[in-house]
């Protein structure tokens, strides 16, 4: 067996990529390793292989900000057919039920989509990436299994009905924006709110806006974000330390205190709450740092 291939030596940051539909998160995740040369990348948040939209994916040590990026509020622009159920809650899934939604008026509509607000116990769908004793509920599912899943807590902080259409005589069309917390499942509301109505609802497409501080505006295409970030600059591509300071509040050090986190040891509190970007005068992300009483304590290291 050949030896494994040391990775290229290049710099560490964050993706914000364009997913196109068909691909898999893997999928892009795989893109952008083969453009890079390195095999250290990672994403925060999975997109159905039918979703487009921002991704956020972290190269090198930057792979260590994604749990906490994982973690924050997104944004989604969707658009949900009532009248149909499908077996996914969204249109790649067999149609499972058919009931006629043209009785529906406009206000029925949006009434049961803002139902669809606040905190939630949502049910995710059985074909979702949840595990089940370790193993994949869409596994399971694709094995033959009945999958029934337990709520989860997620919150829905808006959902604005931009237009409501009606494709066919008996199909309703809502296009929506929906900001939430992250493990909210979009195609949830729309099976959700079709149920509260009686006639069933789907998914037909879902794109994600942004991915907390990350918006579409400065997403791009895998391997042009790849291409930024080999260059040093560009659209796509967020330098470790410009991608720490947009989640956290940036804390200045000294060299000193730099040299100090960078072994590990604790430096004097701030008396500020939370996560910090702790930055040394050059410029370099040193480490997320935590007061812990009278000191703060290096939660994530990012070695020079």
């Not at 290229?8 to 890079?36: E, F, I, N």
């Not at 792979?63 to 924050?72: M, S």
């Amino acid at each position: 067996m050949s030896p494994r291939r040391p990775d290229a030596d290049v710099p560490p940051g964050l993706l914000v990529v364009d997913k196109q539909p068909g691909m898999t998160s893997h999928d892009v995740v795989a893109r952008a390793r083969r453009a890079l040369s390195v095999r250290k990348v990672g994403h925060a948040g999975t997109l159905d292989p039918m979703a487009t939209g921002v991704l956020v994916l972290g190269v090198g040590t930057a792979t260590r900000l994604l749990g906490h990026l994982a973690g924050d509020d997104k944004a989604y622009a969707a658009t949900v057919r009532f009248g149909q159920t499908t077996v996914t809650d969204d249109r790649e899934g067999e149609v499972l039920t058919t009931t006629p939604a043209g009785g529906l008026t406009d206000e029925q509509v949006r009434a049961a989509l803002a139902e669809q607000t606040g905190p939630l116990q949502q049910v995710p769908s059985s074909v979702s990436a949840v595990k089940v004793g370790g193993v994949r509920s869409y596994d399971r599912v694709r094995a033959g299994e009945q999958v029934e899943l337990a709520p989860r807590s997620v919150t829905v902080h808006s959902l604005a009905v931009l237009d409501v259409r009606r494709p066919a005589p008996d199909l309703v069309d809502a296009d929506v924006e929906v900001v939430c917390s992250t493990g909210t499942y979009i195609r949830a509301i729309a099976r959700d709110a079709g149920a509260a109505l009686g006639v069933g609802g789907h998914l037909t497409a879902l794109r994600r806006t942004r991915s907390g501080p990350f918006d579409q505006a400065v997403a791009c295409p895998v391997e042009d974000a790849a291409a930024a970030l080999l260059a040093g600059a560009g659209p796509g591509f967020v330098p470790l330390t410009a991608a720490a300071t947009a989640v956290f509040p940036e804390r200045r050090v000294t060299a000193e205190e730099a040299v100090d986190l960078g072994h590990g040891k604790r430096v004097v509190a701030t008396g500020a709450p939370g996560l910090h970007a702790a930055v040394d005068p050059a410029g370099r992300l040193v480490a997320l740092v935590e007061d812990a009483g009278r000191t703060a304590r290096v939660s994530v290291g990012f070695p020079a």
